[in-house]
């Protein structure tokens, strides 16, 4: 069994009023589960730089994880000097350091340039796209120019960890 879940869980967007008429699974939460809830592993793709701050996203992982539960994240990473511009949230990420300070073990961040590569030639297909008036392809461009300016200050990384085993 991967997971034992007895109910979804969302990213918390401290904040964000409830919706009315959604059902509470689909409100926008606020934690991530109650104390009873535990996983077996948790899985994060893309999205770890964008808690605020990254180090408090990785605890509740970790505080959900059952005893020796894995954690698989993916992210990028700063790669040599970042320049002002660049936003924190990319320019202090360091998963080894955070998954450390979480109080994860058993670390490992590994580098993926083939991801990177396929990214990039997505990036440069968006721009060589023609946008006909279409305002999402439109939109696409605009993030591709941003996203290639800052291509090469960042790296791309799957970062797995293991909660400690719980004591008996």
């Known amino acids: 069994m991967l997971a034992r879940l007895a109910a979804p869980l ?35 793709i893309d999205a770890i730089q964008f808690s605020d701050p990254p ?15 894995r954690l698989a994240v993916t992210a990028w990473e700063p790669c040599g ?5 660049v936003p924190d949230r990319l320019r202090h990420m360091n998963l080894a350091r955070h998954l450390l300070e979480a109080g994860f073990e058993q670390i490992e961040v590994t580098e993926k340039p083939d991801w990177y590569a396929a990214e990039r ?11 006909s008036g279409d305002p999402a392809l439109a939109s696409l461009q605009q993030e591709a120019t941003q996203a290639l300016a800052a291509f090469d200050i ?15």
């Open 55 to 69: 180090l408090a996203a990785l605890r509740q992982c970790r505080r959900i994880l059952a005893s020796r539960g």
């Open 81 to 85: 000097p970042v320049p002002e511009a």
């Open 10 to 44: 969302h990213v918390a967007f401290p904040g964000t009023p409830p919706a009315a008429g959604l059902p509470e699974d689909l409100q926008p939460c606020r934690t991530l589960g109650s104390a009873t809830i535990s996983a077996d592993a948790v899985m994060c």
């Open 154 to 168: 960042k790296r791309r990384v799957l970062a797995t960890a293991t909660a400690p085993a719980h004591a008996a």
């Open 121 to 131: 030639t997505l990036w440069e297909a968006a721009l060589q796209a023609g946008t």
